[in-house]
């Protein structure tokens, strides 16, 4: 096809004209079981009522507003986030790069602002995965991202991810240490506690702050509203988008009191960020995982999808050889190349979701119900037989 728009997406031959919780129809008719969740943004499936409800009444009373004036659906937003967390503030922006990239300009701010202006640099680790933007990109260093777009910001010690690495990183200069507590992009692998654990303690003896990227774990993925409450730390920021709006546009970043004294008038903004409709929707997103119990269907949902991947990696051995992961966002390794495998599930009417190192993720909607998943699972199954073929 001869699309005018700009071709940065291998995209499949496909769209989608209409949706309902986890199913997608093609405008050909064909239904896609998605497990692929728009990459763990539809939390709540398609068209949900509530969400699209919650849509409709806020979009009748009003769209946007600038950040002059106070925007109540924020600030009732920006409480609940807060009761649900160590946090005491919140930065609304508009997506999962401007999270990070604002997380990393709060966590050098807060040592400028305490006189420290030397400590600048952020710690990131190998195989991470925080954006598109040149900061983002800088913090990841995935040279397959960064590759023509120098110069490339510095700032930034990228590491691989063990004890003796982080401690031998650590300097006068370091201000913050940024990690995804699952990794998403890069594989779907999940931190240890004890590495968190040790993070933490690093952080308190040398004036560092603690800065977990959940853009992608965050919003119960993991069968947690944040993927930390599975260790015993508290981190000092947050960066949260994909699920925060289940489909609607919105980010977050989530820091303690004392981090965000910084943070005064004209040191961070956004045109659009806080918008009242992504607020108002985030809010019901909210909402809803409590009154759902969803974080409950996660957890159960969650072994079974496990146990049964496990089946076909005994059955398949030839084609996938392990599972891992958290909640509802799993990661298979493919011995048969990924793309070979997504290609093949897409054509069985199966969405599923390539990631680095050659792993196939399964990132259902989190209200996914058992017979969907052993549904995924007989076409994962059945994929997996035609490659036989
Ligand atoms: C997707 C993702 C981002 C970037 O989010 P965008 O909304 O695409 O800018 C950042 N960090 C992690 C962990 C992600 O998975």
């Known amino acids: 096809m001869n699309s005018s728009v700009m071709n940065t997406y291998n995209r499949y031959p496909v769209s989608f004209k209409d949706g309902n919780g986890a199913w997608l129809t093609s405008e050909d008719n064909k239904q896609f079981l998605d497990f692929s969740s728009g990459i763990a943004v539809n939390i709540l499936g398609h068209n949900h009522p509530e969400i699209n409800k919650t849509f409709e009444m806020q979009a009748n009373k009003i769209w946007h507003v600038s950040n002059l004036y106070t925007i109540p659906e924020q600030e009732l937003l920006a409480k609940k986030l807060c009761e649900l967390s160590f946090a005491d503030k919140v930065f609304f922006c508009n ?146 988008a994909k699920a925060l709006g289940a489909g609607f546009p919105i980010g977050a970043i989530l820091t303690s009191e004392d981090v965000a004294k910084g943070m005064q008038p004209g040191s961070h903004g956004s045109t659009f960020g806080g918008n009242p409709v992504g607020c108002s929707i985030a809010l019901k997103v909210l909402e809803l995982i409590e009154k759902d119990d969803i974080l409950s269907n996660v957890k159960d949902l969650s072994e079974i999808l496990i146990s049964e991947l496990d089946k076909l990696v005994k059955k398949h051995h030839n084609k996938i050889s392990n599972v891992r992961g958290k909640g509802l966002m799993i990661g298979v390794d493919c011995i048969e190349k990924n793309s070979v495998i997504t290609d093949e599930a897409f054509k069985n009417g199966l969405l599923l979701v390539n990631a680095s190192n050659n792993v196939v993720r399964f990132l259902p909607p989190l209200n996914i119900s058992e017979t969907e998943i052993f549904e995924a699972i007989k076409k994962f199954d059945e994929t997996l037989s035609n490659l036989d073929i």
């Open 95 to 240: 997506s999962g790069a401007e999270a990070v990239e604002g997380a990393i300009k709060i966590a050098r701010k807060y040592h400028s602002f305490n006189g420290n202006a030397q400590k600048n640099e952020i710690i990131t680790f190998k195989n991470s995965f925080h954006g598109r933007t040149l900061a983002t990109l800088a913090a990841a260093s995935n040279p397959l991202h960064t590759e023509g777009f120098s110069p490339i910001p510095n700032g930034f010690l990228n590491i691989p991810l063990n004890e003796d690495s982080l401690k031998k990183s650590i300097s006068d200069k370091t201000a913050g240490i940024l990690i995804e507590p699952v990794q998403g992009e890069g594989g779907i692998n999940p931190v240890s506690n004890e590495f968190l654990s040790l993070i933490r303690k690093l952080c308190d003896e040398n004036n560092i702050l603690m800065i977990l990227d959940q853009v992608q774990c965050g919003m119960g993925r993991t069968g947690k509203l944040f993927s930390h409450e599975w260790s015993d730390i508290e981190p000092d920021i947050i960066s949260l």
